[in-house]
Each structure stands twice: as structure tokens, then as C-alpha cells.
């Protein structure tokens, strides 16, 4: 079958529409198999932008497939989303394999969802009562080993319920605490059968936050995935942020905390507990107030009060107390290594002075801005959060350009939402992530738009930052959603914004009894939205997890509401450092990067309403600046074709 076109498997009379009654074959479907394919027999990059609609995960699987059966070489698909990955491994993948039957597929996830039944049983082993500073602790240790019985898997996500990480860290499988082939439990770990599926698979299926973290320890010989040389991102739109997150540095109070409890407590729990251990208490409880007294100049940084991000500059006066005490406390684990009766116990130290050492190292870097290109920052929370330090690339261009790019030699990326204008350049795209060259395609949508979707834009020039635009608003949402049929997203860029109009609508949507889901109201993103498709005619409020990767089918969703454009955080140290870096070269940084970077983002909103041939509905923007600034026009051109009509707020 390796021999098989595109057109045989995904055509009008391909195996597909065999297999599966209903199948639709669509013509941009075609294209883009053809392009992937074309991109693996070339060895070369292709960006492909491929609309709701298109089928894009069975336009990249069957190439992908035909080449790993074909030649036995591995390939990867990543995702940005949960949802996709589950689409992929538990639909799109099995109904490849109605038509491949050899093909193995295996989900990949990282170490830390697994077991290390060798840390549990020395966690069982008399260091409850140490370890663990409550009884639900030690009952939910027990019933972790009960579970460890019957799993196959040893995922945590198997357990069904979710330990207290208090309690997982003392039984995760950790590479700093591995022994490997040494291992007594070797033959029956839980991670190393999952690297055994790993290597035996012909498709690995990742999420992107994976992927990148296995990119950045490939300098350091410690990655993960195994070779290969193809991958396709899928919802590649998020590439930037995600790389930029994970090509960097971040240093918590709640993660030194945490390592400092693991050790020694301040309710005299801990690996310490032991009586010859005792020497070196004092050195944890050093390091606790040196640390106490880093993060209590973090948090008096002088910042702007607008944001919780503070940029690290020359004048940011912090004196680094915590890579010292960090370095003593190191010197004294390695002597705790030394007096430890027992290979597990020396273990757990030499894995804690690593992770030590790592914060001692990383709080160095991060203060000492020791890498050039790099935005240093802090990050104090207003409300509720741990104060944290970070090093981000000024740009991930360069970065990919040399680890991803250069090394691989066919790196697929596709979206619903990769062009910033109506071309196939992908320029913005490019300039974001150092992808040169290859194919690029812009394929065509499978919709209507034009008799699907009633565009509907404010022209009442009210600043959307203001109070009175909020009033406005919550006034005009109460009307519109009289006579709206279907449920509603009301979409927002910022909570703040969320609650103050929630609040002005909140009496009169009490007094029409309407099923209100509001994001922050204690309920997970999954569960909202299952609840949304339930009632059939729900409102939600929901900020930027909600403009993307959320299928709503039928009449549970027939209207879509934009109340800001999505431009990024103005204040954010990165963003600012990106703005100056562009305008330093004689660039415009609003149109060269917060004009693009908001159009893709509205065009995931915008996308959230159409998801199938079947369905209708309206789109409004709020926002003003679409109609009455010179750039507006730019955000229209990029949403398809509408029938479109003026309102007043």
C-alpha cells in the first residue's frame, strides 16, 4: 500500500470513503497530502495553512504513514492542544489503521506521568512518617501502591483521581533518581516499557510543550525522543510562545520551596528526619532565608502597576543571597550522599543536590543577564501566584533556525491560522521562527462563509479600555441576547474586562433565568465547555483559552462575540523587548508585529463559530478600531467573506 496517492486513499473513490460511509473527499484535503508528501520526498519544509474544514490531520497522516511503513523511519506529529491530541490517538489514528494495520502509533508523554515503583517502595519503606506531613498524605501514598498492583501503564492519569504533588514527588519517576539497567526494578518499570513502545512505534504523537523541552536538552545528550526526520506542528500558530517559554530559563519561590521542603521542613518533615542526617538541617533552613529574602526584593522591584511583570535592568537592585546558600547546601547533600546506609537514600540526595544546583545555577544566569539576546524579568503576582524570575530569547528565530530547521530535514507546520494577510508569503510567520525556504500554501476554505456567517462590526468610536465602553457594552450584550437563539461566546482579552461586564449584566441575565458559564467560576475548561454543548443555549465568558482549540458544533454555538481585539500584553518585558529590537532597525512595531500577532489571534476567535458545512451564525467585533482605523481594514481582509453589517453600541 505504501505505494498509494493521496487520491487512492483520500479521494471520492478512495479506501477512505470504503471504510467510512459518509466520507466527504475534499479537494483541499487532496492538495495539502500532496504537498506534505511532496515536502518528505524532497526533504524540505512546508508551511501549509489549511482552514476549518479541510481534514488537515488525514491530509498529514497518510503521507506521513505511507513514508514510515515505507521506510522504517519514525515520524512525529505535535500538537498544541489536549483535544487534538485525543482526536488523534483515539479516531483519526485508528481509522489509519483500518486501512495500515501494521502501523504502531504511541502517544508520548514526559517522565514525570509515570511511576518509579523502586521510589515507591523506599517511599513505603518507613519514610512516611518522615516524608509526609498528613494522614491524607499517607493515605493517598497507600492507595498509589494499591494502584501500582493492578496498572499496566503506571500513568498517572490512569489513577483517576489526582495526587497531591507533595505526595507524587516522593514516587515519580525522575531522571535525576534513576539507576537505569542498574535498577532492581528495571525489568518492570513503567517508563522504560514506555520508551520500549516508543522505539517499537512508527508514529509518535507529542504535544508541542514536549517537544520542545526534549529540543532544548538535546545540547546536554539528554533527550528523549528518539531520530527522526520528519515532524509535522500541528496548530503551529502557538510555536512562538511555547519555544520561547521553553528555549529560556524560569526560577519560582514556589519551586525552591518545594525542593527545600522535600528536604527539610519547617514541621520537621523531610529526607532529613533521620537523626545522622541532622547535620545538615541547618543548611536547608540557611537556604530557606536566603531565599525568603531573595524573593522579598523580587516583589518590592519597582514595576509600573499595570502589570505583574517587571523587567531586570541595570538599575534592578538584587542581591543574589540564594547561589550561595545554594552551593553550601550542595556541599553538605554530597556529604549526606556519603553517609546514606542505603543505594535509594543516596540516590533521593543526589537527585535533590541537582536540583539544587540547578537553581543555584539558573538564579546566577538569570541575575547576572548572562546570556546576550535574552529578556530578563520577574514576575510578581497581584493576587494569587508564586514570584518567579526569567530569562526568554529576545527572539526564537535564530534559535530554531539552528536546532530545529537545520537539523531536521522536513518540519511540516500548519493552522487554521498561520497567515497574518491574504498571501501565501507567510512572512510574519517566517521572521518569527526562522523557517526559510520550502513550500508554502494557502489552501482555500470549505465553507460558505457568505451564507454561513453575518458579520457584525461596532462603529460607535468608544475607547474599548475605558469604563463607559463597559457599560456600553454590558447594555448592548443584554439586548442582542434577547432575541440571539443558540448559545453564545462572549469572548474577552482580559479577566478584569470579564468581570467588570459580567457584573453590569449579571441582574438582568439573573432575571431572564439564562444558563451563565463564566470562566474562573471554579470549573475546568473541559468541563465548561461540555456543559455549553449540553444546555444547547448557555452564555459563556471566556478570555483566551476559549479563542482557541474549542469545537462547538450545531446550534449549541451560533454566536460569537469579540469585545476587544486580542492585541498582546503591551507591558510584557519580551513584548517591549521585541517592539525596541524592531524599531531599533527602523522598523513600525505595531505594524510589523502587534498588527499581525492580534489578526491571527482574532482569526482563532472568528473560527470558533463554523466547524462544519451545516453551520450558521454571527459574528461580532466589538472593538470599534476595526472600522475606524487605518489598519482595520487589515483584520477584515484577513477573515473570510461575510455578509457584513454596522451596529452601534
Not at 522505539?199 to 532544548?216: G, T
Given at each position: 500500500m505504501s505505494t498509494l496517492s493521496a487520491l487512492d486513499v483520500l479521494g471520492p473513490e478512495g479506501l477512505l470513503s470504503q471504510k467510512l460511509p459518509g466520507w466527504e473527499s475534499r479537494p483541499q484535503q487532496l492538495v495539502m497530502a500532496d504537498t506534505v508528501a511532496e515536502a518528505i520526498a524532497n526533504r524540505t519544509h512546508a508551511v501549509i495553512e489549511a482552514p476549518t474544514g479541510v481534514g488537515k490531520s488525514f491530509a498529514y497522516l497518510v503521507p506521513l504513514v505511507q513514508h514510515a511503513l515505507a521506510t522504517g523511519r519514525k515520524v512525529v506529529v505535535s500538537t498544541g492542544t489536549i483535544a487534538l491530541q485525543e482526536q488523534l490517538i483515539n479516531k483519526d489514528i485508528p481509522t489509519i489503521q483500518t486501512l495500515f494495520p501494521e502501523l504502531k502509533a504511541v502517544l508520548v508523554k514526559g517522565r514525570q506521568n509515570y511511576l518509579s515503583l523502586r521510589r515507591l517502595e523506599h517511599a513505603l519503606g518507613g519514610g512516611q512518617q518522615s516524608y509526609y506531613e498528613s494522614n491524607e498524605h499517607v493515605r493517598e501514598l497507600k492507595e498509589i501502591a494499591d494502584w501500582s498492583a493492578e496498572t499496566v501503564s503506571g500513568d498517572r492519569t490512569d489513577l483517576g483521581w489526582i495526587p497531591n504533588p507533595a505526595v507524587w514527588r516522593h514516587v515519580v519517576s525522575d531522571r535525576g533518581n534513576c539507576l537505569g539497567r542498574k535498577c532492581p526494578t528495571f525489568d518492570q518499570c513503567f517508563f522504560y516499557k514506555a520508551r520500549r513502545?516508543?522505539?517499537?512505534?512508527?508514529?509518535?504523537?507529542?504535544?508541542?510543550?514536549?517537544?520542545?523541552?526534549?529540543?532544548?536538552?538535546?545540547?546536554?545528550?539528554?533527550?528523549?525522543l528518539p531520530g527522526h526526520e520528519v515532524v509535522v506542528f500541528d496548530e503551529a500558530h502557538t510555536l512562538e510562545d511555547v519555544a520561547t517559554d521553553h528555549l529560556g530559563t524560569n526560577v519560582s519561590e514556589a519551586q525552591v520551596r518545594h525542593v527545600l521542603d522535600v528536604l527539610w521542613s519547617r514541621k520537621g518533615k523531610g529526607l532529613l528526619a533521620a537523626e545522622e542526617?541532622?547535620?545538615a538541617r541547618a543548611a536547608v533552613e540557611d537556604t530557606r532565608i536566603c531565599s525568603e529574602g531573595l524573593w522579598r526584593d523580587v516583589a518590592l522591584l519597582p514595576g509600573d502597576g499595570k502589570d505583574d511583570t517587571v523587567p531586570l535592568g541595570e538599575g534592578s537592585r538584587i542581591d543574589n543571597v540564594l547561589s550561595p546558600a545554594c552551593d553550601r547546601l550542595c556541599q553538605v547533600l554530597d556529604e549526606c550522599r556519603a553517609?546514606?546506609?542505603d543505594e535509594n537514600t543516596a540516590n533521593e540526595f543526589r537527585a535533590q543536590a541537582e536540583r539544587v544546583a540547578i537553581i543555584a545555577g539558573s538564579v546566577r544566569g538569570i541575575l547576572g543577564r548572562a546570556l546576550p539576546n535574552y529578556v530578563y524579568f520577574a514576575t510578581v503576582p497581584r493576587g494569587r501566584g508564586s514570584p518567579s524570575l526569567a530569562a526568554n530569547p529576545l527572539s526564537v528565530a535564530e534559535l530554531l533556525k539552528e536546532k530545529l530547521f537545520a537539523e531536521t530535514p522536513t518540519v511540516i507546520l500548519t493552522s487554521a491560522t498561520l497567515a497574518a494577510d491574504d498571501s501565501e508569503r507567510f512572512l510574519f510567520l517566517r521572521r518569527r521562527l526562522g523557517i526559510e525556504g520550502g513550500l508554502a500554501k494557502r489552501l482555500d476554505t470549505p465553507f460558505d462563509y457568505r451564507t454561513q456567517v453575518r458579520l457584525m462590526l461596532n462603529r460607535t468610536p468608544l475607547d474599548p479600555n475605558s469604563s463607559d465602553y463597559e457599560t456600553a457594552l454590558a447594555r448592548w450584550l443584554n439586548d442582542y441576547l434577547v432575541t440571539?437563539?443558540?448559545?453564545?461566546?462572549?469572548?474577552?482579552?482580559?479577566?478584569?474586562?470579564?468581570?467588570?461586564?459580567f457584573q453590569h449584566m449579571r441582574p438582568e441575565l439573573d432575571r431572564r433565568n439564562r444558563f451563565v458559564l463564566r470562566q474562573g467560576d471554579q470549573l475546568g475548561r473541559s468541563q465548561m465547555i461540555d456543559l455549553f454543548k449540553r444546555v444547547g443555549n448557555a452564555v459563556l465568558f471566556g478570555t483566551s483559552s476559549f479563542w482557541e482549540g474549542v469545537d462547538v458544533q450545531g446550534e449549541a454555538l451560533t454566536n460569537v462575540i469579540i469585545t476587544k481585539l486580542p492585541f498582546e500584553a503591551p507591558n510584557h518585558p519580551v513584548v517591549q523587548a521585541r517592539h525596541r529590537e524592531i524599531t531599533a532597525r527602523g522598523g513600525n512595531a505595531f505594524m510589523e508585529r502587534t498588527v499581525p500577532e492580534a489578526i491571527l489571534r482574532l482569526k482563532q476567535g472568528f473560527g470558533r463559530l463554523i466547524r462544519t458545512r451545516s453551520d450558521t451564525g454571527t459574528v461580532v467585533i466589538c472593538d470599534h478600531r476595526v472600522v475606524t482605523k487605518a489598519y482595520g481594514r487589515y483584520f477584515v481582509r484577513a477573515l473570510p467573506e461575510c455578509a457584513t453589517e454596522m451596529f452601534s453600541l
Open positions: 513502545e516508543i522505539e517499537d512505534a512508527h508514529l509518535l504523537v507529542v504535544n508541542h510543550h514536549l517537544y520542545f523541552s526534549d529540543l532544548a536538552l538535546r545540547d546536554e545528550h539528554a533527550a528523549f542526617f541532622s547535620f553517609r546514606a546506609r440571539a437563539s443558540g448559545g453564545t461566546f462572549i469572548l474577552f482579552t482580559s479577566y478584569r474586562q470579564l468581570e467588570a461586564v
